[in-house]
């Protein structure tokens, strides 16, 4: 069974940091792009960030960061972990959500246009102010 198990949530104060993990199983994603999304319950879920490995995306060598966390937060991965991870920092109360990880082939036209393949369960971030 590919699952995708997101950890690291928690309540913050403004302005504090998180790292948020996705560990992926069931199968290697060194491949895909892998991204993080956020939602926030009556608003649309919004793109964060996301980052590929694959030499056929057009985000290959680089990374996608949403207007609102350019600059704040940083994604990463470690493929021998099969992991990816979500630096956040000087965190706002609009950051607040529940954060998914997803995965897909590609970032271009797949994930970053919500269609991944594999969504994690969700974890809340807090922050109050």
């Known amino acids: 069974q590919v699952q995708l198990v997101e950890s690291g949530g928690g309540s913050v104060q403004a302005g504090a940091s998180l790292r948020l993990s996705c560990s992926g199983s069931?199968?290697?994603?060194?491949?895909?792009?892998m991204g993080w999304f956020r939602q926030v319950p009556g608003k649309n879920r919004e793109r964060v960030a996301a980052i590929t490995w694959s030499s056929h995306d057009t985000y290959y060598g680089d990374q996608y960061y949403g207007d609102s966390v350019k600059g704040r937060f940083i994604i990463s991965r470690d493929n021998a972990k099969n992991t990816v991870y979500l630096q956040m920092n000087g965190l706002k109360p609009e950051d607040t959500g529940i954060y998914y990880c997803?995965?897909?082939?590609?970032?271009?036209?797949?994930?970053?246009?919500?269609?991944?393949?594999?969504w994690g369960q969700g974890i809340q971030v807090t922050v109050s102010s």
């Open positions: 997803a995965a897909a082939k590609y970032c271009n036209g797949e994930l970053l246009a919500g269609r991944a393949d594999y």
């Open positions: 069931g199968r290697t994603f060194s491949n895909d792009c």
